[in-house]
């Protein structure tokens, strides 16, 4: 079992940055590919970021490339999206999710295990 904790969200104004993280436990986190998707009410949770085992590999949606950045500290065994510009469409709840062999890490099915989620609010 792989525990994820999320931490970082808040309100924020548009324009403004958040740095969300997401501490891991229970398993070696470096085996790891980590990914973030985002959901609001009614709708479906969209991807957002990935970053594999390795940190050479990392994908975004397109709706946040250029002003998000995934990244992560395997000594710390946690998982980091930085996020710049925000836009009031980015508000939602985020989740984090890890996966031991990854394939097709733009999908939330492809995750094993998942964070409680932690909201992002961007005022406008």
């Known amino acids: 079992q792989v525990q994820l904790v999320e931490s970082g969200g808040g309100l924020v104004q548009a324009g403004g940055s958040l740095r969300l993280s997401c501490t891991a436990s229970?398993?070696?986190?470096?085996?790891?590919?980590m990914g973030w998707f985002r959901q609001t009410p009614g709708k479906e949770r969209d991807f957002v970021a990935y970053?594999?085992?390795?940190?050479?590999?990392?994908g975004y949606a397109d709706s946040v490339k250029g002003r998000f950045t995934i990244s992560r500290d395997n000594a710390k065994s946690t998982v980091y999206l930085q996020m710049n510009s925000l836009k009031p469409e980015d508000t939602a709840v985020y989740y984090c999710?890890?996966?031991?062999?990854?394939?097709?890490?733009?999908?939330?099915?492809?995750?094993?295990?998942w964070g409680q989620g932690i909201q992002v609010t961007v005022s406008s």
């Open positions: 970053i594999n085992a390795n940190r050479i590999s990392t």
């Open positions: 229970g398993r070696t986190f470096s085996n790891y590919a």
């Open positions: 999710a890890a996966v031991r062999v990854p394939f097709k890490l733009w999908l939330s099915g492809s995750y094993d295990y």
